[in-house]
Protein backbone atom coordinates (compact mmCIF):
# COMPACT_ATOMS: atom_id res chain seq x y z
CA UNK A 1 0.00 0.00 0.00
CA UNK A 2 2.41 1.91 1.13
CA UNK A 3 4.59 1.54 -2.33
CA UNK A 4 0.68 2.50 -4.22
CA UNK A 5 0.78 5.98 -2.63
CA UNK A 6 4.04 6.72 -3.15
CA UNK A 7 3.81 5.71 -6.91
CA UNK A 8 0.79 7.59 -7.24
CA UNK A 9 1.91 10.82 -6.94
CA UNK A 10 4.58 10.44 -8.49
CA UNK A 11 2.94 8.83 -11.90
CA UNK A 12 0.31 11.92 -11.60
CA UNK A 13 3.85 14.89 -11.50
CA UNK A 14 5.19 12.75 -14.25
CA UNK A 15 1.61 13.17 -16.51
CA UNK A 16 0.10 16.60 -15.06
CA UNK A 17 3.84 17.73 -15.65
CA UNK A 18 4.08 18.37 -19.58
CA UNK A 19 0.36 19.51 -19.57
CA UNK A 20 0.20 22.01 -17.02
CA UNK A 21 3.48 23.40 -19.44
CA UNK A 22 1.21 23.29 -22.34
CA UNK A 23 -1.75 25.22 -21.06
CA UNK A 24 0.60 27.95 -19.35
CA UNK A 25 2.47 28.01 -22.96
CA UNK A 26 -1.05 28.76 -24.58
CA UNK A 27 -2.26 30.81 -22.11
CA UNK A 28 0.31 33.31 -21.62
CA UNK A 29 0.17 34.66 -25.19
CA UNK A 30 -3.40 34.90 -24.98
CA UNK A 31 -3.30 37.06 -21.73
CA UNK A 32 -0.42 39.36 -22.98
CA UNK A 33 2.19 37.84 -21.38
Given at each position: LAMIL???PLLF???AGPAA???MN???P???G
Open positions: FILTVLINVNLLAMG
